[in-house]
């Protein structure tokens, strides 16, 4: 006597098993796919923040070198004698508010702030210069703002000058034709609808040199902050 077929639970739960391992691995393979899209965010902060710092560096240049110059030279000038106390005083109070503005505009390169580390200055006035005359990191403070007027205008100049060049080629065939005579660009001469098209190819061609400039250079920059206005070893271990 023949008795109907048993069924089949073994293949039931390899089917839903199978279904499973599909649905994990489509979960993984989606997973895997997404991470290019904060990736591609990061770059884009990264960038964005390094071309403020550059850009912000032109002003804080003139700024730092203009406070400087008038500081050292009423310094020296007045310091040796008793009314040149005050003058020195605002000098230095001055060249820690502009240091304190760099360790902070440094965060648009690092992430973070840089930290600051200063000798304690108490009691009446020529304790206080004794005590800013001792302390390692207003020297530092004044060396840096004497380096970042050069530095960093010729730096600001450079990222400003490539990125202009870029954005000027992206959009020449929307202008060129409103300038008489055509536009020079280099070796070239800009007076059709075809070289101004191709002028476009050169904008995307400058993206990536303004980029990888435009990193070494605030690198740099930020380095120098970091070794002159971040707290050194022995500061560190003297607030210890």
Request: aromatic letters at 8%.
């Amino acid at each position: 006597m023949l008795r109907p077929a048993a069924p089949l639970r073994g293949d039931s739960r390899t089917v839903g098993g199978r279904c499973q391992a599909g649905h994990f691995g489509a979960m993984s393979t989606a997973a895997a796919a997404s991470p290019p899209v904060p990736a591609a965010a990061s770059r884009v902060r990264r960038a964005s923040g390094e071309a403020a710092y550059l850009l912000t560096g032109m002003l804080a240049a003139v700024v730092g070198f203009v406070a400087w110059a008038v500081g050292v030279t009423l310094s020296l000038t007045l310091g040796l004698v008793i009314v040149g106390f005050p003058v020195l005083l605002a000098t230095f109070t001055c060249f820690r508010w502009l240091a304190d503005i760099e360790r902070r505009r440094a965060a648009l390169v690092l992430g973070t702030p840089l930290p600051s580390s200063y000798r304690p200055a108490p009691g009446r006035m020529p304790q206080r210069l004794k005590e800013m005359l001792h302390d390692p990191q207003r020297w530092k403070d004044t060396a840096y703002l004497a380096l970042i007027g050069p530095v960093g205008l010729g730096k600001g100049l450079i990222a400003l000058a490539l990125w202009a060049c870029a954005l000027g080629c992206f959009t020449l065939p929307a202008w060129w034709w409103a300038v008489p005579g055509g536009i020079e660009l280099g070796l070239f001469e800009i007076d059709s609808w075809q070289l101004a098209s191709m002028a476009v190819a050169l904008g995307a061609a400058t993206v990536p040199l303004a980029l990888a400039v435009q990193r070494g250079m605030a690198r740099a920059q930020a380095s120098m902050a970091r070794s002159l206005l971040a707290p050194s070893l022995a500061a560190r271990v003297e607030q210890l």
